[in-house]
């Protein structure tokens, strides 16, 4: 199997190392982070094509949906993850990104399980 390239798009310091070492116990050493959108844009562009996209169900409604549209007008990683969970006062992303095409692989809670993980990555 060959190595994944994961792409975490975390605004939060204090979430990004929990979730990078997830997917490091999970024998996935190619993680990258990314705090704004710019970045994270920028990160999707390069040549080596994302695997797994980490996105947080809490980022702002007009961010996601603009990194949604934005995956839609270039090659998109092959994978959606969210983690964190769904506020009532906001839309569903994961949903949104189904309903765009997307394939999400999961839907994590906070703490996210290595366990959980596991599971949503044996679905690449």
């Keep these: 199997m060959r190595s994944l390239q994961v792409l975490i798009h975390q605004a939060r310091p204090f979430h990004q190392i929990p979730l990078h070492q997830a997917f490091n116990a999970q024998g996935v050493f ?3 982070l ?3 959108l710019v970045n994270t844009t920028a990160c999707l ?3 080596r094509a994302v695997d797994v996209l980490v996105l947080d169900h809490g980022m702002p409604e007009p961010s996601a949906l603009s990194l949604l549209q934005h995956l839609q ?3 998109a ?3 959606l993850l969210f983690v964190g969970q ?3 006062k ?3 992303m994961a949903l949104e990104a ?5 394939r999400v692989v999961g839907e994590l809670p906070w703490p996210v399980s290595t366990v959980a993980l596991e599971k949503a990555l044996a679905r690449l």
């Design 34 to 36: 990314s705090d704004d």
């Design 90 to 92: 906001r839309q569903d």
């Design 86 to 88: 769904v506020d009532d």
């Design 73 to 75: 007008a270039q090659p």
């Design 45 to 47: 562009g390069r040549e």
């Design 30 to 32: 190619n993680v990258r």
């Design 98 to 102: 189904r309903r765009r095409g997307f």
């Design 77 to 79: 990683p092959r994978a």
